[in-house]
């Protein structure tokens, strides 16, 4: 791997979110309440694993009985199966520093979110994960379900503290490379339109057709609204939509952008953009308000960054994945005003 | 386009799986009528626009009634004697009873693995919610742990990918395995190549909860 991917792929890594955690006044017994926990949760882990670290901030204030973690935006239970940086990106648009979430031990809305029995259940919904990415790339879940427990367990570990070194090792053996094995290294071809020189044809011609996972958290706005931190909040999970489609990347050449990844997974607002060439939807996404013919996207992030459209997605893909090798994107996008008719 | 080829390495493409789904639905009310039916709900305007021409959905069937009839398995229990056609479930009917349970069974598509997925989930008459092991417990023995134990499939709960709320479902790790040992040798020249793969597909998922597809649809699709 390049130098420079490395410390892309650490600098993810390295990111985390301070978070402010009050107990649900529900649960407080104590007099005076317990103060809120002040903690930095990595973007690339799961909430429930902050359990250990916040148990001591409240255990003494809670009524006795059985704790079961769970945490609240405003609200809304939080899904702990979403990386933590993700729900934060998503249902945080004016990032809120630190970000305020409320900690429930009792009371688990099991008809809203999957049970969640610490540790392992997110442990096993991250190997699932694992499971279904290397099945998206590979046609075949086999080289995760043949890892070795030892290996398993090391991969785990590397994933909960955030060691890369130890990921990196463990998780090449999966050899779940996707793309840009072929791209590193060489000076990125210039995205001129058409034209297409021998080499880089010859080049590229080892490369066939990969299925990239990706997940998209998606927010079709009605309302405009020109601050993100105007945006309304979300009161319910119907008001996403999570699309869970793999992104089919055809290099043969042609110059494939972060914008044409999320556009050939969204059939329902890009009707005719799989294999579409980069130049025509570059230009028609520099989009004038007025026009509103076209949907407009609004915000997109991944971890954190709100990446300009017209980066190679094979840049964003190896850089920016999850530990699951999910890319997790979300999305803001606003409807245009007519339908296609 | 139809992708008859891909049909040979055990997957169903997208656009395939909503031509057979709602096939399949059509048939089954047509030779099924006593069962309750199979219905398409479309979902294209799910994130509140789309666009003409694309479409999206699942193939849903509610209140499906599974009467136990306990003393079958109080005299059998979990013995080998207990035959494969003499399931202590009884085939679904729409008699009520209190002695049963009501399931949901959704077929849905997964774009990873390219298959349809059986999510289904289980309450008591009283409206209580059956968990993991409560819907275990009460499978048909036979079929059920030959499926399950052959790693093919096995009983997960994962979150309905349309409705936001925990679902059980079959897992699909191994689907296209399966399928693709199903499908070999089969003409794959067929016309109606998707619909016998969702045929094929839940003939083999059904037994886990002991539905059976009646004989004149499994014989339509040759």
């Known amino acids: 791997m390049e130098r420079g991917e490395k410390e892309a792929q650490q600098y993810v890594w390295d990111g985390a979110i301070p978070l402010q955690i009050h107990l649900h006044d529900s649960e407080v017994t104590t007099l005076p309440p317990p103060s809120p926990a002040l903690i930095l949760a990595p973007r690339i882990g799961y909430l429930p694993l902050l359990s250990p670290q916040l148990?001591?901030?409240?255990?003494?204030?809670?009524?006795?009985?059985?704790?079961?973690?769970?945490?609240?935006?405003?609200?809304?239970?939080?899904?702990?199966?979403?990386?933590?940086?993700?729900?934060?990106?998503?249902?945080?648009?004016?990032?809120?520093?630190?970000?305020?979430?409320?900690?429930?031990?009792?009371?688990?809305?099991?008809?809203?979110?999957?049970?969640?029995?610490?540790?392992?259940?997110?442990?096993?919904?991250?190997?699932?994960?694992?499971?279904?990415?290397?099945?998206?790339?590979?046609?075949?879940?086999k080289n995760v379900m043949n890892m070795s427990h030892p290996d398993q367990v090391e991969l785990w570990r590397s994933v909960m503290n955030g060691n890369l070194e130890t990921y990196n090792r463990i998780s090449s053996k999966l050899k779940l490379g996707i793309i840009g094995d072929e791209f590193s290294g060489k000076p990125n071809p210039s995205p001129s339109k058409g034209q297409h020189s021998v080499d880089e044809t010859e080049a590229t011609a080892a490369v066939k057709a990969s299925r990239i996972p990706v997940r998209l958290y998606l927010w079709a706005i009605n309302e405009d609204f020109n601050d993100l931190e105007e945006a309304p909040h979300f009161d319910s999970?119907?008001?996403?939509?999570?699309?869970?489609?793999?992104?089919?990347?055809?290099?043969?050449?042609?110059?494939?952008?972060?914008?044409?990844?999320?556009?050939?997974?969204?059939?329902?607002?890009?009707?005719?953009?799989?294999?579409?060439?980069?130049?025509?939807?570059?230009?028609?996404?520099?989009?004038?308000?007025?026009?509103?013919?076209?949907p407009v996207v609004k915000l997109l992030r991944i971890q954190g960054i709100e990446p300009k459209m017209e980066i190679p997605f094979s840049w964003v893909v190896n850089n920016l994945m999850n530990p699951d090798y999910f890319l997790h994107i979300c999305l803001y996008i606003k409807a245009p005003k007519t339908i296609g008719a | 386009m139809v992708s008859i080829k891909a049909t040979c390495d055990g997957s169903l493409s997208s656009i395939n799986f909503q031509i057979a789904a709602i096939t399949f639905a059509e048939k089954w009310k047509k030779f099924n009528s006593d069962l309750p039916e199979w219905l398409w709900i479309d979902c294209s305007n799910r994130l509140g626009f789309a666009a003409h021409g694309v479409r999206d959905g699942y193939l849903s069937v509610q209140n499906v009634f599974f009467q136990i009839q306990r003393s079958l398995k109080e005299d059998y229990g979990e013995c080998s004697s207990l035959n494969d056609y003499e399931e202590p479930f009884d085939i679904a009917t729409l008699t009520t009873g209190d002695d049963g349970y009501w399931y949901d069974f959704h077929v849905v598509y997964s774009s990873s693995y390219s298959v349809p997925v059986l999510y289904f989930r289980a309450r008591s008459s009283d409206g209580q919610p059956l968990n993991k092991d409560e819907i275990e417990k009460n499978l048909p023995t036979g079929s059920a742990k030959v499926l399950t134990d052959s790693k093919w499939t096995f009983i997960t709960q994962e979150e309905h990918p349309y409705l936001n709320r925990p679902w059980y479902m079959l897992h699909p790790c191994g689907t296209s395995e399966w399928m693709k040992l199903i499908l070999a040798g089969e003409n794959p020249a067929i016309e109606n190549r998707n619909e016998q793969y969702l045929i094929s597909w839940f003939s083999v998922v059904g037994q886990v909860f002991g539905l059976k597809l009646p004989f004149e649809m499994l014989k339509s699709v040759g």
């Open chain 1, 55 to 141: 148990k001591p901030f409240f255990s003494e204030a809670l009524p006795p009985g059985v704790d079961t973690i769970w945490f609240e935006y405003k609200g809304l239970p939080l899904k702990w199966y979403i990386p933590t940086g993700v729900l934060f990106d998503l249902l945080c648009a004016g990032p809120e520093r630190p970000w305020n979430l409320t900690v429930h031990f009792r009371g688990y809305p099991g008809n809203i979110l999957l049970p969640c029995d610490g540790e392992d259940s997110v442990k096993w919904s991250y190997i699932n994960s694992l499971k279904e990415a290397a099945y998206v790339i590979h046609g075949s879940s």
């Open chain 1, 237 to 294: 999970w119907d008001q996403i939509s999570y699309i869970n489609r793999p992104v089919e990347f055809n290099t043969e050449g042609k110059y494939f952008t972060l914008l044409d990844a999320v556009k050939s997974i969204l059939p329902e607002f890009y009707p005719d953009s799989s294999n579409r060439t980069n130049a025509e939807s570059t230009d028609e996404q520099r989009i004038e308000p007025e026009k509103e013919r076209h």
